[in-house]
């Protein structure tokens, strides 16, 4: 709702000596969108709020807005249906390498990247994986590795060795092999770019990025983030944006179609929703209002979800009012899909479901959350024992694998 009233506009360089200079009149109450009740609010007291009237003043312009209906969105699911169900299950977790360290790092194709989809699909259906990099202010990877000159194999140290420029984990030399370099631009961090407030600019940044992406022959970028700046001390806040979720979301909205503007390349905005402190971020619960949730913490991502159209996002750790991001219905499907119309794949943050404590495995199938990072055996258990015994249905797994080869086909 948009509620009847007078709006003030206040200018200045602080609140401290900002002044009333214009207001902006809502004449009438004006339904914005229809959305569904969330469950995981159905215990929680709203918040109630008050509004403050501004007075008229003739000092002042006054503009009068008359605010219009969203268009409502029709989203269809895309059911795959070509392949035998329990096949599709190893597309709902990522790549299971031998070599693949706690952190992911499934990547061994392109050293230090943070994971792929799975390779089960290949031998047998040509299906291919997706490569997926991080990296907050550029792609992040292992600056310099090598390959054995036999076995045409590469030395990898996992993700941890894509980090500070592998200064967290020493390089063992080898013998007979070739030393290869894979130099990234490292661009200004998130919020730095975002004091500029230049779509334009964001949207070259993008460009960038995707010419990187297939330089290095990476798909998915895990990024952009823009979670809200709730609180200065999360550790993360320097690759986020913003406290303002209009600013936040319009910026992800410019780099997001500034990557995707190479076919191949497509980004995976993060992490959806409210992780707003990496202290505890996989055990944190956020208690939270519908209302706050709607208009603070989600309205960046529907923002930048329907003026952009990212190939994906990322769920957070943290549970959002006892319910883990990455097994919540409410976000993965009521309000990402049914309400924005979020086409793309939905996948966890990396090892999501490894503590005791953390989401359930196919609880995120069910959820909507398509794709578990980086991926283990026991995802792949925990799915399959949950299907024969009637907890998650063949028609949601085939949601999530459609959409995941629907991501496939777009990318490669």
Same mark, same amino acid.
């Given at each position: 709702m948009i509620e009847e009233g007078n709006y003030g506009i206040w200018i200045g360089n602080c609140l401290d000596t900002a002044k009333l200079s214009a207001q902006i009149k809502i004449e009438s109450d004006v339904e914005l969108e229809e959305t569904e009740k969330l469950e995981f609010q159905s215990d929680l007291i709203e918040n109630q709020y008050k509004r403050q009237m501004v007075q008229e003043d003739k000092q002042f312009s006054t503009c009068i807005f008359v605010p219009k209906k969203e268009k409502s969105i029709a989203y269809r699911d895309v059911l795959e249906e070509k392949y035998e169900v329990e096949e599709l299950i190893p597309l709902l977790y990522g790549n299971i390498s031998e070599t693949t360290s706690t952190l992911g790092a499934a990547g061994i194709k392109v050293p230090g990247t943070a994971g792929e989809t799975t390779e089960a699909l290949f031998d047998k259906y040509k299906i291919p994986s997706l490569i997926m990099a991080d990296g907050p202010a550029g792609i992040r990877l292992q600056q310099c590795y090598e390959v054995d000159r036999k076995t045409d194999?590469?030395?990898?140290?996992? #993700?941890?060795?894509? +980090?500070?420029?592998?200064?967290? #984990?020493?390089?063992?030399?080898?013998?007979?092999?070739?030393?290869?370099?894979?130099?990234?631009?490292? &661009?200004? #961090?998130?919020?730095?770019? *975002?004091?500029?407030?230049?779509?334009?600019?964001?949207?070259?940044?993008?460009?960038?990025?995707?010419?990187?992406?297939?330089? &290095?022959?990476?798909?998915?970028?895990?990024?952009?983030?823009? $979670?809200?700046?709730?609180?200065?001390?999360?550790?993360?806040?320097?690759?986020?944006? @913003?406290?303002?979720?209009?600013?936040?979301?319009?910026?992800? *909205?410019?780099?997001?179609?500034?990557?995707?503007?190479?076919?191949?390349?497509?980004?995976?905005?993060?992490? &959806?929703?409210?992780?707003?402190?990496?202290? $505890?971020?996989?055990?944190?619960?956020?208690?939270?209002?519908?209302? *706050?949730?709607?208009?603070?913490? +989600?309205?960046?991502?529907?923002?930048?979800?329907?003026?952009?159209?990212?190939? *994906?996002?990322?769920?957070?750790?943290?549970?959002?009012?006892?319910?883990?991001?990455?097994? @919540?219905?409410?976000?993965?499907?009521?309000?990402?899909?049914?309400?924005?119309?979020?086409?793309?794949?939905?996948?966890?943050?990396?090892?999501?479901?490894?503590?005791?404590?953390?989401?359930?495995p196919w609880k995120c199938v069910a959820a909507g959350n398509d794709i578990i990072m980086p991926g283990n055996m026991d995802d792949d258990k925990n799915i399959r024992e949950a299907y024969h015994l009637g907890k998650i249905s063949e028609e949601e797994i085939r949601k999530s694998a459609g959409r995941i080869l629907k991501m496939i086909e777009k990318l490669v």
């Open positions: 194999t590469v030395y990898g140290i996992g #993700v941890l060795g894509a +980090l500070e420029n592998g200064f967290l #984990v020493k390089q063992e030399k080898h013998e007979n092999t070739d030393t290869y370099y894979q130099f990234c631009t490292a &661009f200004p #961090v998130g919020t730095v770019l *975002a004091q500029a407030w230049n779509v334009e600019l964001m949207e070259e940044f993008g460009k960038k990025i995707a010419d990187e992406m297939e330089e &290095f022959h990476i798909q998915l970028w895990l990024a952009p983030g823009l $979670n809200i700046h709730r609180n200065p001390l999360c550790g993360r806040n320097f690759e986020y944006y @913003s406290e303002d979720p209009i600013l936040a979301g319009t910026l992800t *909205a410019a780099v997001t179609k500034g990557v995707q503007s190479k076919k191949s390349c497509g980004v995976t905005i993060k992490h &959806f929703a409210c992780n707003n402190q990496e202290d $505890n971020r996989m055990g944190v619960d956020v208690h939270i209002s519908e209302r *706050a949730l709607r208009e603070i913490y +989600l309205r960046g991502f529907e923002i930048a979800v329907k003026n952009s159209n990212p190939v *994906a996002m990322m769920s957070s750790y943290n549970l959002v009012n006892g319910v883990h991001a990455a097994n @919540s219905k409410d976000l993965c499907t009521k309000i990402a899909r049914e309400e924005w119309g979020v086409e793309g794949v939905i996948m966890s943050d990396w090892n999501t479901t490894v503590p005791e404590d953390g989401s359930i």
